[in-house]
Each structure stands twice: as structure tokens, then as C-alpha cells.
């Protein structure tokens, strides 16, 4: 009899191409992957991995072996959501990603509403970039991931996945308090021409969304610092370093010395939830995607306590 465990880790061997991809995808160690596969070996009889310079691949027989794991955790996921459906009961397991600015924003009043409603729902969650974020969705390793796009720059969704509306989130400009526009009821994109930028890591969605977006203005962007985490970049303006995008998800508090500048070119993201379309089955899934729409609201709240809701978004960058 073949064990269930050990055909998902060899299914995330083949899938992440790794020992250490397979481990941080099923959220276990390094030594529990190898563990695993050894014991895999010795149920079948028969080599699975190979060495391959410093890491490991599939033999002939591990390739076999995985494509049949693939389908039998297809079927098994499958049983799982039909039970599920059945039962009619928001229980067991659920794993979710969302970026930083969303797992601080949201994830808080989310993930406690579903622990209140729903204790027999056991909720996993872990801050991943969007783009990585759907990709562990497509594989499996998510059941939801939060993620997000801008006004005037989509992110493909691949097929076979869903999504629903969150937040349509307000992007102003966070500027030191002794900035020259600072006390501006308003200011132009152009006029950041001259300044120094704080943006995310090069090849990020947002950051390749700003660099696409000054750009589109004539404006050649000047990056003095990169920062992954919004309240980091708003630490470099405080200290005078530069400017940054400052969306109203996640932001608050801003640290002292630090103001926020709407722009005439209203900017805002769309924060989605996305999850695999047969899915859609699932009480606890909806119940995930429930609260977190419910999460959304508690910020548009605010939002509009900051006179930042009700803005018409321009659809040109």
C-alpha cells in the first residue's frame, strides 16, 4: 500500500524541482523530504532519485511514479471538496498566502473571524509575493492566495483559477514632513520628476509597475533605495531618503515625519483573492473568501474616515 504522505512529497519533488522547494512548499524540513523519499524507496523497491550535482532527480522509475502520485492527489483533493460539500460544514484544513501589505492588513480581522465562526476550520497562512502566490495555487500548495494588480497594469490569471474582488485599494504619495509639496492639497506625477524613489526589489510587480508608470509620464525614475515591506520604505522617508507609493491597505501607522500627498492621476490596486475553480465546492473556501471581503470592507472604512474612498480613478497611467 502506497502512503499518501510520501506521494505528496514525491508529487513536490517533481513539481518544485528541489529538496528544498518541495520542503518549503509542503511547510516541513529539508531532512522530513528525505526521510520521506527513502522510505518511498524501500515500500516500492526501486531507486526514485538520483544524484545530480548538488541536488537530485528523478529517475525513470521516480518520473513514473510522480505523474501516477499527481493524478491520485487530484482524485484525493477531489473526494476531499466533495466531502466537504456534502457535509456542508466549514472543517478541516485551509491554506492561504497574501502579500505583506495584505497579510498585515487583513489577515488579522480575517483569519480571527473564521477562527470564531468556524473552530473546526484550521487555517495555515504565509506572506508570498503575488506572483508566487499564484503559482502555489496552480500547484496545489495554496488553497487561496491574496494578490493584487494595478489600475493600469493587469496581472494575468491563469486558467483553471477564479477570483473575487477584495478592495480597490488608494495610492497616494508619502513625502517627508519638510518636503517642498508637503501641505499641498494635491500634487501633479511630474512634479516627483527631480526626486529620489523608494520602491520594491527590481523584477517585483509593483516595482515594475512604478518604473512602467513614471515612465509613461516622461519621467526617468531616480531609485535610491528598495525595501520589500511598506513600513520599511516608510522608516527611508522619515529619514528624508526619498518618496514612495504609499497604498492605504497596511499603511498605518505612519511613522512621524512622514505625510501623504494624493495625486491628480488617482493610482489604485485591485487586491484579489484567487483559488482553483473546482474550489468553488468547498464551505470552507467560501467562508475564507467571505471573510476576507468582509476584511475589506472594515478597510474601505477607513478609507473613507481619510477621505481617500469615492476618488475617480483615471484608467490611463
Not at 109 to 136: K, N, Y
Amino acid at each position: 500500500m502506497l502512503n499518501l504522505e510520501r506521494l505528496r512529497t514525491l508529487d513536490a519533488l517533481a513539481r518544485h524541482g528541489s529538496v528544498s522547494g518541495a520542503a518549503e512548499g509542503l511547510h516541513i524540513t529539508t531532512s522530513a523530504v528525505s526521510q520521506q523519499m527513502s522510505k518511498l524507496e524501500r515500500e516500492v523497491g526501486q531507486q526514485l532519485l538520483a544524484r545530480n550535482g548538488r541536488g537530485v532527480r528523478l529517475t525513470d522509475a521516480g518520473r513514473l511514479l510522480a505523474e501516477h502520485a499527481a493524478r491520485i492527489l487530484s482524485q484525493v483533493e477531489l473526494a476531499q471538496s466533495d466531502l466537504e460539500a456534502q457535509r456542508g460544514q466549514v472543517a478541516g484544513e485551509l491554506r492561504v498566502s497574501a502579500f505583506p501589505t495584505a497579510a498585515r492588513g487583513l489577515f488579522p480581522v480575517a483569519l480571527a473571524d473564521l477562527r470564531r465562526r468556524h473552530p473546526a476550520l484550521r487555517v495555515r497562512s504565509r506572506e508570498l509575493e503575488p506572483e508566487r502566490g499564484i503559482a502555489g495555487v496552480v500547484r496545489g500548495d495554496l488553497d487561496l492566495a491574496v494578490v493584487l494588480d494595478w489600475y493600469n497594469k493587469p496581472m494575468p490569471l491563469p486558467d483553471g483559477l477564479v477570483k473575487a474582488l477584495i478592495l480597490d485599494d488608494p495610492a497616494d504619495v508619502a513625502l517627508p514632513a519638510g518636503h517642498r509639496l508637503a501641505g499641498r492639497e494635491e500634487a501633479d506625477l511630474a512634479e516627483f520628476a527631480e526626486d529620489e524613489w523608494i520602491t520594491w526589489g527590481e523584477g517585483e510587480f509593483c516595482h515594475e509597475w512604478l518604473m512602467f508608470t513614471l515612465r509613461s509620464k516622461g519621467i526617468e525614475p531616480i531609485v535610491a533605495h528598495r525595501a520589500a515591506e511598506s513600513h520599511t520604505q516608510l522608516a527611508l522617508v522619515a529619514a528624508g531618503l526619498g518618496v514612495c507609493i504609499a497604498p492605504l491597505l497596511g499603511r498605518d501607522p505612519l511613522p512621524d515625519g512622514v505625510v501623504t500627498l494624493p495625486l491628480r492621476q488617482r493610482m489604485r490596486r485591485h487586491v484579489f483573492v484567487v483559488w482553483r475553480a473546482d474550489g468553488d465546492r468547498r464551505p470552507s473556501v467560501r467562508a475564507a473568501v467571505r471573510a476576507l471581503r468582509e476584511a475589506g470592507e472594515n478597510v474601505r472604512g477607513a478609507g473613507r474616515e481619510h477621505g481617500t474612498e469615492g476618488r475617480e480613478v483615471s484608467g490611463e497611467a
